[in-house]
């Protein structure tokens, strides 16, 4: 295994923007029209992953996830455990954000892009036990002009579409080692390292 020392790491921050002021509670059954209009809105803010998910988007870029990590992933200083894909140089979007000029923006990596992206306009949705719980579950309002165009659909189906239910559930594995692991040091370095070591594994 590669071992990348913590120090290695690029650190950024991007304040994050109140976006839940703009949002609202959805259940299962709740409907919706949505056709993305791809304006990259969405994007401006890099996403939060995990370590699954960095290994996926690693993959379908054909790097080694310890390649990705250094190339893609910055981490909140003030949030050591949370990682997030980096910034482009010019602006604070994602820097898998693809503008071409006069065409719709793109996500270079839609295919293999986390569950904060693939979810989109949901924002949110975790479990308790086995459960989704409904009441995680928003959608955007004011940031999504997709909303409210195209063609119906309901919440339920949408997140087993979008594969959302395994996205969630991975994820919160990962935050329960995340906790085991927090619970076995109070040492910072070590702690990062081994939260480095789950990344690049
Ligand atoms: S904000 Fe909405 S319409 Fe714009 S890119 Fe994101 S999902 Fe699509
Ligand atoms: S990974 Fe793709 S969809 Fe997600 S924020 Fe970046 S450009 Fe947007």
């Known amino acids: 295994m590669v071992k990348i020392h913590p120090s290695d790491t690029k650190l950024t921050y991007i304040p994050f923007k109140d976006v839940l ?3 609202v509670d959805v259940k299962l059954k709740d409907k919706f029209n949505f056709e993305c209009q791809r304006c990259g809105s969405c994007c401006s803010d890099p ?5 699954k ?19 893609y992933l910055s981490i909140e200083p003030d ?3 949370i990682w997030k894909v980096l910034p ?10 693809k503008e071409p000029k006069q065409k719709p923006k793109y996500c270079e990596v839609y295919e293999a892009a986390p569950r904060q992206c693939r979810g989109r306009p949901l ?15 928003k959608l955007q309002i004011n940031q999504c002009p997709g909303l409210g165009k195209g063609k119906e659909h309901t919440v339920k189906r949408w997140i087993r579409e979008k594969g959302l239910v395994k996205m969630w559930q991975e994820n919160l594995d990962y935050r329960k080692k995340l906790g ?14 081994k939260i480095i070591d789950m990344f690049i594994a």
């Open 21 to 23: 002021a703009e949002m």
């Open 47 to 51: 996403p939060r992953i995990n370590p």
């Open 53 to 71: 998910e960095s290994s996926k988007m690693a993959e379908y870029l054909g790097l080694s996830n310890a390649d990705f990590f250094k190339e």
């Open 79 to 81: 949030q050591f455990y």
């Open 88 to 97: 482009s140089k010019k602006d604070d979007r994602c820097i898998f954000l």
């Open 123 to 137: 924002f949110g949705g975790s479990y308790v036990g086995d459960i989704v719980r409904p009441k995680a579950m």
């Open 180 to 193: 085991l692991l927090m619970s076995s040091t109070r040492n910072e370095n070590e702690l990062m390292s």
